[in-house]
């Protein structure tokens, strides 16, 4: 077999296989040259949907507690220890639900986890409406946690396992834009209905997201490389089949003929190979990056109008202040998923990493708003994370894909998410704005370019 791209470093293992895994690893070989010679259409359209509402419920979800928690922690006089495990409580399942998740769409398949991830996050998002007190807000955003912790790691997944490698880069970009819009539609909702309905109302919002289910459920097929990975090459044959006539009939062309490729890994691969020899340097070297922008990412998220109002901003101006900065993560995605398209995941990262570090230890000596804004959009531009993400699902094989992705979000999300977001009102009180920011300014600007720097590269490469 021939692969026609060479910007990829293969994942040559040797591992003892057995027929019938060579069997399914040919299969899957030529399921992956008919996904790949698939053209751009309405079928193209239909999966990014699903990782762009899966994403926005995410954003949406997540950023709740960050539009309302000035507020909240004055109706409920809250204590810096009590408002940090409010903010972080949703976190912290969140990196549970990210644990068992990958196992879970490793054995059970990738559409399920999506579904149910979708409709535990949108419910309990719902019923927090109804919290009245520090505690109920805790067991409902513990709830929706475990729901954002299922669709995290597995929407990327999915979406990898279904788009060719000239357009995994840019549609994964995409998503990440989304994640953006969620964060900042957030905001800003929470900016104009909070003064005037409360902050309870704002957990409503989200409750739209719910109408996605059905569509998850009715249109999206299961990924047929899972379904390869497990045996099931009949049902996957008929899952390309019924992609293949819609493409054709939708594009009204005959497809290109097909051509034979080079897979990216010689072997299927089971959830615990990430800890093997072959792929633990690899592990190690994305969980570092990860975790390292999880701190930065959930110090943001989580305490950036706090942040501001320690900068003397009043609290309606800085949820205002915070949501320009969260659009500046949108085309700094969509740039971001261009950048590694072209010049390789690797180096994405690396760039956007140096970038982040920079406009964080800026941040820590700025005073005056409109550089805070400023330099706080830096941040939020060049944001990692569709590189990162990228990069995880690319370098593990499909039976152990699952699991690769779901344990880098478990030990990032719990370093970066619980351990140290749920410190940093402490670390504020002690330390200031100015050291802290210089603190995580450093990390990332040696880290996570030399973690990322440090893996293999899968640019181009066909999973």
């Not at 003892?16 to 053209?39: G, I, M, N, T, V």
């Not at 520090?134 to 929407?155: E, S, Y």
Request: glycine share 8%; hydrophobic share 55%.
């Amino acid at each position: 077999m021939v692969q026609s791209a060479d910007k990829v470093e293969r994942f040559r293992i040797v591992v003892p296989q057995s027929q019938a895994d060579l069997d399914l690893l040919r299969k899957s070989a030529e399921l992956s040259a008919r996904l790949e010679r698939l053209p751009n259409s309405r079928f193209n359209i239909m999966i990014l949907a699903v990782g762009m509402i899966a994403f926005l419920v995410e954003g949406m979800d997540t950023s709740v507690v960050a539009a309302i928690i000035g507020p909240l922690k004055m109706a409920l006089k809250l204590t810096p220890t009590e408002t940090g495990t409010l903010s972080v409580a949703a976190v912290l399942t969140t990196v549970f639900g990210a644990l068992i998740v990958g196992p879970l769409a490793d054995l059970t398949g990738r559409k399920k986890m999506l579904i149910a991830g979708v409709l535990i996050a949108e419910v309990c998002t719902i019923l927090t409406y109804f919290a009245n007190s520090f505690t109920t807000f805790v067991l409902f955003r513990l709830l929706t946690g475990l729901g954002l912790g299922f669709i995290f790691p597995i929407t990327l997944t999915y979406l990898a396992e279904f788009v060719g490698s000239k357009n995994r880069a840019y549609y994964t970009g995409i998503c990440n834009s989304i994640l953006g819009l969620g964060y900042f539609l957030t905001l800003l909702i929470g900016y104009v209905i909070v003064p005037f309905y409360g902050y309870h109302a704002l957990f409503l919002v989200p409750g739209i997201l719910l109408l996605f289910v059905p569509y998850l459920i009715l249109v999206a097929p299961e990924s047929p490389r899972w379904l390869v990975a497990h045996g099931h090459t009949a049902e996957a044959d008929k899952v390309i089949s019924n992609i293949e006539a819609k493409v054709a009939r939708w594009t009204k062309k005959p497809l290109p003929a097909m051509r034979e490729v080079r897979i990216a890994f010689d072997e299927i691969g089971k959830p615990g190979r990430i800890f093997s020899k072959e792929y633990l340097r690899t592990t190690i070297a994305l969980w570092i990056m990860f975790s390292v922008t999880f701190m930065m990412f959930y110090t943001r998220l989580l305490y950036m109008p706090m942040i501001l109002n320690l900068h003397r901003i009043n609290l309606k101006h800085s949820l205002l202040y915070a949501a320009i900065m969260n659009a500046a993560a949108i085309p700094g995605n969509l740039l971001a998923g261009a950048l590694m398209h072209y010049i390789g995941r690797r180096w994405a990262v690396a760039v956007y990493g140096i970038f982040t570090g920079i406009f964080v230890l800026a941040f820590s000596f700025a005073a005056a708003p409109w550089l805070l804004i400023l330099l706080g959009s830096g941040i939020f531009w060049f944001d990692t994370f569709s590189a990162q993400k990228m990069l995880i699902n690319e370098s593990y094989p499909t039976g152990a894909r699952g699991t690769g992705a779901s344990a880098a979000e478990f030990v990032a999300r719990f370093l970066g998410g619980v351990v140290w977001a749920g410190s940093v009102p402490i670390l504020l009180s002690i330390l200031g704005v100015h050291s802290l920011f210089i603190l995580m300014g450093v990390a990332i600007l040696f880290l996570v370019p030399v973690a990322g720097l440090s893996v293999k590269e899968t640019r181009a490469a066909i999973l």
